[in-house]
Nanobody, 118 residues
Framework: VQLQASGGGLVQPGGSLRLSCAASGNIFSVNVMGWYRQAPGKQRELVAVVTSGGFKNYADSVKGRFTISRDNVKNTVTLQMNNLKPEDTAVYYC?????????????WGQGTLVTVSS
């Protein structure tokens, strides 16, 4: 499994960004795709994930601001981030795992930096 992420960059507080990730290779037909992030000096944390069946899970800190979506035909996942805050600054990692597997079984993309600053 290979994950190629795109998007990210520098944005002012209150602004928006969109992250996209495309999966290729031997992809499990029933899976979970999504995004985690890691800020400097902190552990990697969940941002949002979505199952191939459409169930979504968001971190409390991003609910109402971020929207995750996926295309099961193209094997892509997108994270629309609105009303960004400085505390959203982090490296964002796309992930994919078999449905029912633990996070430790995630495949990871290369990471893309999101910086929210004025």
């Amino acid at each position: 499994v290979q994950l190629q992420a795109s998007g990210g960059g520098l944005v002012q507080p209150g602004g928006s960004l969109r992250l996209s990730c495309a999966a290729s290779g031997n992809i499990f037909s029933v899976n979970v795709m999504g995004w985690y992030r890691q800020a400097p000096g902190k552990q990697r944390e969940l941002v949002a994930v979505v199952t191939s069946g459409g169930f979504k899970n968001y971190a409390d800190s991003v609910k109402g601001r971020f929207t995750i979506s996926r295309d099961n035909v193209k094997n892509t996942v997108t994270l629309q981030m609105n009303n960004l805050k400085p505390e959203d600054t982090a490296v964002y990692y796309c992930c994919l795992r078999r449905a029912g597997a633990s996070v430790s079984n995630n495949y990871w993309g290369q990471g893309t930096l999101v910086t929210v600053s004025s």
